[in-house]
């Protein structure tokens, strides 16, 4: 298994996380710039921010939770020497369900899509986990 290959669904998601980011920073500098938002009910996160600005701001937030545990398994994975292809496709399941995920949750915002998508992703990020846990436990028990 090629590091490239491995790596590139992760440069995937943090180029999504980034999207997400300026989009959000455009969006908050506009709502200021425009006077929706007055600066000094926002400066201490207060949820003051017109209802767009928020959708687009969760969905950056998003991909600051779970996301965490991807890059981390991912890096393990590559130290432990752990990969394989059932890893690489349950990385790009992964990183599948979180552009769909961040699609919904910018667009219609449906929970009842997001949540299933979300499962989907949460569901192929847990069994990377225990796939990499195992192989390791099995390389340092032999």
Avoid: C, K
Wanted: aromatic letters at 10%; zero cysteines; glycine letters at 4%.
């Amino acid at each position: 298994m090629s590091v490239q290959a491995i790596l590139i669904p992760m440069f995937v998601q943090v180029g999504l996380t980034f999207v997400l980011l300026f989009w959000m920073g455009a969006l908050r500098l506009s709502a200021i710039r425009t006077g929706q938002v007055d600066p000094q009910q926002v400066r201490l996160r207060e949820p003051n921010w017109p209802a767009r600005v928020v959708q687009i701001g969760n969905a950056f937030h998003n991909q600051l939770e779970l996301p965490v545990l991807f890059y981390v398994v991912v890096l393990l994975a590559l130290q432990t020497e752990t990969l394989d292809v059932v890893v690489l496709i349950l990385s790009w399941l992964f990183v599948l369900s979180r552009l769909v995920h961040a699609y919904v949750h910018v667009t219609s915002n449906r929970l009842d899509r997001r949540t299933g998508v979300f499962g989907v992703g949460a569901i192929a990020l847990l069994l990377m986990w225990v796939i990499v846990i195992a192989r390791f436990l099995l390389q340092a028990s032999t």
